[in-house]
């Protein structure tokens, strides 16, 4: 497990406090990659892994959540869609299981979901793209918020890392634990983020290729292979369907995303699909995507969804490496501050 001198402790201390771990690094919840083996890695590493639920029936997730207890006794936590059909059998699984962090993503959180997780006994963590929605979340419930930037891989905002820290964490962080995201792959970044008042970060991209992770080795190295510029965001291509941007490796996925769109239009246009149910074929198009290229290893066809930082993923590392050599980033960073 890594360790951190006393340094680095003080200004990791809150988010520790709040994940109940030895460092104040949560593993960013990405479907069909972040399943138990990684989850336990990372929490055994000294971090916080986060199962993501994705599309899972409440059973499945059972399962999932039971499978990673037996790999570690540390604390880790579970993503939940906000706009999955079945949320409130998902929060009770999650609770019937004493998950003791609960993370809402992919919406706008409601505030009865919110409240039925909090009233379980377990902590809810909240993703702000922007600072009102931030306050929103903080009254309607939220112990702690997660700000990920555009630059970060899968499903993206509008705005980069650094313009949301300084937005949101001189508002925000006395409030309730913030946790940064996007675009983090040195333990200088991370140090900046916890002198600004972050409690801590979320990284995803950088454990896509730890030895713990079952991703394809095709997946693996794709990323490897990948500079930071071959991750781009999706396009939209009619105003009438808001299509959040996924950022991706470009590959000839990306090219079929784009023919989806059209053909999904298409339908709507001619009457043979609802608005709804062509917004709804546009969204699906990623899940498969993105299964045929983590689990198939079809890293042509599929979706290699990464961030940015990609371009500083090298080599296969064990999850307690990775940590390793970050921690020893930041403290090396600080020692400097201190000549």
Known sequence: MVTISSRLKPLMQRGCDFLGTKLAVMGGAMSWVSERNLVAAISNAGGFGVLACGS???????????????????????????????????????????????????????????????DGGAKVICFAPALSLGKRMIRNGADALVIEGMEAGGHIGPISTTVLAQEILPELH?????????????????????????????????????????????????????????????????????????????????????????????????????????????????????????????????SVMAGQIVGLVKEEQPVDTILTELVRQAEQALLHREL
């Open 56 to 118: 899972m029936t409440p059973d499945l997730l059972r399962a999932e959540i039971q499978g990673t207890k037996t790999l570690t006794r540390l604390p880790f936590g579970v993503n939940l869609i906000t706009m999955h059909p079945m949320l409130d059998a998902l929060i009770d699984v999650c609770l019937e299981e004493k998950v003791g962090h609960i993370v809402l993503a992919g919406g706008v959180p409601s505030a009865p979901s919110i409240k039925r997780i909090k």
């Open 174 to 302: 006395d409030k309730v634990p913030v946790f940064v995201a996007g675009g983090i792959g040195r333990g200088e970044a991370i140090v900046s983020y916890l002198e600004m008042g972050a409690a801590g970060v979320q990284l995803g991209t950088l454990f896509v290729c730890s030895s713990e992770c079952i991703a394809h080795e095709n997946f693996k190295k794709a990323f490897i292979r990948a500079a930071a510029r071959d991750a781009v965001p999706t396009q939209q291509i009619d105003p009438r369907f808001a299509v959040i941007p996924v950022r991706a490796v470009v590959n000839e996925g990306t090219k079929h995303f784009m023919e989806k769109q059209r053909e999904a239009i298409a339908k709507f246009d001619s009457g043979e699909l609802t608005k709804e149910a062509a917004q709804l074929e546009i969204e699906h198009f990623w899940a498969g995507a993105l299964r045929r290229a983590v689990v198939d290893g079809d890293i042509e066809n599929g």
